[in-house]
T-cell receptor, first 112, second 113 residues
Framework: DSGVTQTPKHLITATGQRVTLRCSPRSGDLSVYWYQQSLDQGLQFLIQYYNGEERAKGNILERFSAQQFPDLHSELNLSSLELGDSALYFC???????????FGPGTRLTVL | DAKTTQPTSMDCAEGRAANLPCNHSTISGNEYVYWYRQIHSQGPQYIIHGLKNNETNEMASLIITEDRKSSTLILPHATLRDTAVYYCIVRVGSQGGSEKLVFGKGTKLTVNP
């Protein structure tokens, strides 16, 4: 158990819908990262927050957005969902951006 | 971040040492070598990291060559639960560098009974 929690575990929705994935980092970790893992793309970095501020962006679609709240939990919002958005979404956290990241169990999103 | 090269797959007998190689010939002086593994579709699990000295923790040992162009992750007594995809990642360890992890395809390690 890494100490990072993600909810929900599974999410099944339809195309065009909007969903919110939630991540609670390890106690004391200020940095949160979101990654997407699909069958054809592997693990891809989406976005990073540090102490409430966006710090780095990867290949995140404009339909996706995220934020980190004052209590340091983070949410990833996915809208206008397409079939290709079906994937595992992982959250990771670290006490400092320069140190090791610890991953949560992931949310499996299925878009029908 | 430097690119890494790993074998696609490896097999190991249960109870024996598993030695997973990684080439990172373009590594820079301030880049660390990180190892993660992913068991089935679980979240990647941090294993170990190092800069230039060999490192050991309760999970594994990391051997980095003197020129730092390659490294080996050693699982001393592999068990069936060590079957996973192992990722070698090179990343700057200081603030100001790229803090994201760039995952390649990794090595699929299968531990056989």
């Amino acid at each position: 158990d890494s100490g990072v929690t993600q909810t929900p575990k599974h999410l099944i929705t339809a195309t065009g819908q909007r969903v919110t994935l939630r991540c609670s980092p390890r106690s004391g970790d200020l940095s949160v990262y979101w990654y997407q893992q699909s069958l054809d793309q592997g693990l891809q970095f989406l976005i990073q927050y540090y102490n409430g501020e966006e710090r780095a962006k990867g290949n995140i679609l404009e339909r996706f957005s995220a934020q980190q709240f004052p209590d340091l939990h983070s949410e990833l919002n996915l809208s206008s969902l397409e079939l290709g958005d079906s994937a595992l979404y992982f959250c990771a956290s670290s006490v400092d951006p320069s140190l090791a990241q610890f991953f949560g169990p992931g949310t499996r999103l299925t878009v029908l | 971040d430097a690119k890494t090269t790993q074998p696609t797959s490896m097999d190991c007998a249960e109870g024996r040492a598993a030695n997973l190689p990684c080439n990172h010939s373009t590594i820079s002086g301030n880049e660390y070598v990180y190892w993660y593994r992913q068991i089935h579709s679980q979240g990647p699990q941090y294993i170990i990291h190092g800069l230039k000295n060999n490192e050991t923790n309760e999970m594994a040992s990391l051997i980095i060559t003197e020129d730092r162009k390659s490294s080996t992750l050693i699982l001393p007594h592999a068990t069936l639960r060590d079957t996973a995809v192992y990722y070698c990642i090179v990343r700057v360890g200081s603030q100001g560098g790229s803090e994201k992890l760039v995952f390649g395809k990794g090595t699929k390690l299968t531990v056989n009974p």
